[in-house]
């Protein structure tokens, strides 16, 4: 089933713990993006991938890191995680932007 | 800057009841258009897009939207909503290069 999968689904980390969220598609998909949902502000992009090695900051990067070794998998890293990164992350792929994204099932963060 | 305008934050309708949510956009060059539904607790999912052509698209479960490009404009419409259409809407413009805008999203709730 081509899908994208995030783990985990739900973390509760204290400020400051690094922390890795992953991100795996199977559809060789070249472009891969990362964003976060916020009540009332709808999703905002944090990174994106273009391809392998080929990453790009989005609107919301603050605070966020990425890294795109193999095409398969683009894992967001908060090196020093803060309150206010609190939310919903999805992770998305595509093969053209023009067809739209898959998502991934989400990770719901909370940081206290 | 490019933005996407959902102006339309929460709908409640009876079962049977016309849908019709709006989205605006703002970019005057070349766009692709996207409805997306979350049903609750889940990921993101495509409805539909508009790539060229016919300005009328339809997508599944019943819901079409048409491209009015005169007044940037690319409204959801369903004739006949069911229960199982609550879920939150949103609208997304990809205007070329790697970066896909969201909406802030309208969530949707009809009544059995």
């Known amino acids: 089933e081509a899908q994208v999968t995030q783990n985990p689904r739900y973390l509760i980390t204290v400020t400051g713990k690094k922390l890795t969220v992953t991100c795996s598609q199977n559809?060789?998909?070249?472009?891969m993006s990362w964003y976060r949902q916020d009540p009332g502000l709808g999703l905002r992009q944090i990174y994106y991938s273009m391809n392998v090695e080929v990453t790009d900051k989005g609107d919301v990067p603050e605070g966020y890191k990425v890294s795109r070794k193999e095409k398969r998998n683009f894992p967001l890293i908060l090196e020093s995680p803060s309150p206010n990164q609190t939310s919903l992350y999805f992770c998305?792929?595509?093969?053209?932007?023009?067809?739209?994204?898959?998502f991934g099932s989400g990770t719901r963060l909370t940081v206290v | 800057a490019q933005s996407v305008s959902q102006h339309n934050h929460h709908v409640i309708l009876s079962e049977a009841a016309s849908l019709e949510l709006g989205c605006n956009y703002s970019y005057g060059g070349t766009v692709n258009l996207f409805w997306y539904v979350q049903y609750p607790g889940q990921h993101l999912q495509l409805l539909l897009k508009y790539f060229s052509g016919d300005p009328l698209v339809k997508g599944i479960k019943g819901f079409e939207a048409e491209f009015i490009k005169s007044k940037f404009s690319f409204n959801l419409r369903k004739p006949s909503v069911q229960w199982s259409d609550t879920a939150e809407y949103f609208c997304?413009?990809?205007?070329?290069?790697?970066?896909?805008?969201f909406g802030a999203g309208t969530r949707l709730f009809v009544k059995a």
């Open positions: 997304a413009a990809h205007t070329g290069g790697f970066k896909t805008i």
């Open positions: 998305a792929s595509s093969r053209q932007l023009t067809y739209g994204y898959t």
């Open positions: 559809m060789n998909h070249e472009y």
